[in-house]
């Protein structure tokens, strides 16, 4: 089954776990950005989804409040989904490909 029995996979289960926990730690300080209206709106988020820049080009700054509400939203899901991205090619390094979810903690300690 496992080479080394019940000790063995417990070992391999931490060196997993570590592994994530650093992967974690990495995924924090990236930073990706998503663009909308053809690069006119740009948002920067962090690994934590937290928004570090906002680039709203002077053109869109006027009398369409409706329309650069909406590319603000856009650009932020765009980045959102940059960081989803991110962290599940990281994560599935570790995890063999199976979709944990956001969030998991493996029950061993290390």
Excluded: C, W
């Amino acid at each position: 089954m496992f080479e080394g029995g019940l000790e063995g996979l417990m070992k391999k289960a931490q060196e997993i776990q570590s592994g994530m926990v650093k992967a974690q730690e990495d995924l924090v300080k990236i930073e990706e950005t998503g663009e909308s209206g053809g690069g006119m709106v740009k948002v920067t988020l962090n690994g934590k989804y937290e928004a570090r820049k906002v680039e709203i080009d002077d053109s869109l700054i006027g009398d369409d409040k409706d329309m650069l509400e909406d590319l603000v939203a856009s650009a932020i899901t765009a980045a959102t989904h940059k960081i989803e991205k991110a962290t599940k090619e990281k994560m599935s390094a570790f995890t063999g490909g199976i979709d944990l979810p956001p969030g998991f903690k493996m029950p061993f300690g290390g």
